[in-house]
């Protein structure tokens, strides 16, 4: 459901999707709030999560407030 709303807003093209079910790390950390929309800026200064639930509202202003301009 989540990947559907990337794709509402034209960006799941600039998605990677990650199965965490095999890395114990990742499912440790994000277990019960997966799926998580994560962003890094390239030179790794900008870190930030959107964990579920969320919709089609709230994935668009993390997509503004995070300066993600993807579907523009």
Request: charged share 15%.
């Given at each position: 459901m989540a990947f559907?709303?990337?794709e509402q807003l034209n960006i799941s093209q600039?998605?990677?999707v990650v199965d965490i079910a095999f890395d114990d790390e990742l499912f440790s950390r994000y277990g019960v709030t997966i799926p998580v929309l994560k962003y890094e800026s390239s030179d790794g200064?900008?870190?930030t999560e959107l964990n579920w639930p969320?919709?089609?509202l709230e994935l668009n202003d993390?997509?503004?407030?995070?300066?993600?301009t993807y579907n523009s």
């Open positions: 559907e709303l990337t600039h998605v990677q200064n900008i870190s969320f919709g089609l993390w997509l503004r407030k995070n300066g993600i």
